[in-house]
């Protein structure tokens, strides 16, 4: 289940937007993809309320009877999108199960100074540093009549981080998000500049939403980088070789993730335990015991969203 995150701690940077124009895109594409946002106002599902029915299908968070939120089940694609002034625990939670970042950022000396500290808190945790959870920048509201998308593009270099276009400053924006809509939802003719401003992103995007299969692949089988994630206090996840979940497109059940529980700030992450079982020691002279395999109902329920392998 490929995860995108759309992060900046500056607020006002533009994430509802980019997050929400990733998601429909991805539901133009026939993906079943969820919208959450792991901010506590939750304005995401606010903007889903006003989306037709008509249109491709975006699933906000679903709420079980223990009235936690969760992945629905079937959903494929998920794009995250997050509050402003995330850092520390909360921020390397994210960067945990995310396998591509991508921060909006405005072209201001504040937004880029934010940006910035942002971008070095996420270079010192591994996934980032390493490639692993991939980083890119979308410059917000350009004015096309300045050289402020140069300006921001010789920045995201200067940071050793891909710039991958500007979206310009227009009301289109505005009044097609207070309608439910995005700019892939509009006639072609009527978006024609914002839709070419959205090609090299979506260009950037595709491999990490849409990753290629191996040819001995089944049909309908993903890929996904393996890993566990470490148990409670550890800020790095832990690779076990050998420890994968296989799963199919479409069979995703049960409450994958708590979204207060998991994701938002404040939050606690479940204490995970390891997926191998460890055979009972031998005592001599007693004959050594065979140890059964752990059932799901003696072990911690583990959020299946978390247990996404490399």
């Given amino acids: 289940m490929p995860v995108i995150a759309v992060v900046n701690r500056k607020g006002g940077s533009g994430k509802s937007t980019l ?12 993906s079943s993809v969820m919208l959450g946002d792991v901010d506590r106002q939750q304005s995401a599902r606010a903007w889903l309320k006003r989306r037709d029915a008509s249109l491709p299908a975006i699933a906000p968070w679903a709420v079980d009877q223990k009235n936690m939120l969760r992945v629905p089940t079937g959903i494929t694609h998920v794009v995250l999108d997050t509050p402003g002034g995330m850092h520390g625990f909360e921020l390397a939670r994210v960067v945990m199960f995310a396998d591509a970042i991508v ?55 200067s940071l050793g981080v891909p710039f991958l276009g500007a979206l310009r400053e227009t ?25 070419a ?37 550890a800020v790095s996840p832990l690779t076990a070789p050998g420890e994968v979940v296989s799963r199919q497109l479409g069979t995703l059940s049960g409450s994958l993730m708590p979204a207060q529980e998991s994701l938002v700030q404040g939050g606690r992450m479940s204490t995970l335990s390891a997926s191998r079982t460890t055979p009972a020691p031998v005592r001599p002279p007693v004959a050594p015991t065979l140890v059964r395999p752990a059932r799901a109902a003696d072990s911690p329920l583990i959020p299946q969203f978390l247990k996404r392998s490399v």
């Avoid at 910035?116 to 540093?129: D, F, G, I, K």
């Avoid at 097609?176 to 072609?188: A, K, N, V």
């Fill in 197 to 233: 401003q959205w090609a090299p992103i979506l260009q950037w995007l595709k491999p990490q939403l849409y990753p290629p299969q191996a040819a001995n692949d089944g049909a309908g089988v993903v890929r996904p980088p393996a890993r566990t994630l470490a148990p409670r206090g």
């Fill in 103 to 157: 921060m909006p950022v405005c072209n201001s000396m504040f937004d880029r100074e934010s940006a910035e500290a942002c971008h070095a808190e996420l270079m010192t945790m591994p996934r980032v540093a390493n490639g692993r959870c991939r980083l890119a920048v979308v410059g917000m509201r350009i004015d096309g009549r300045t050289n402020a998308a140069q300006t921001l593009e010789e920045w995201s270099e």
């Fill in 171 to 195: 009301q289109l924006y505005v009044r097609s998000l207070e309608r439910g809509l995005t700019i892939f939802d509009l006639q072609p003719q009527l978006a024609a500049a914002d839709l």
């Fill in 19 to 30: 997050a929400a124009h990733i998601a429909a895109w991805c539901a133009r594409n026939g």
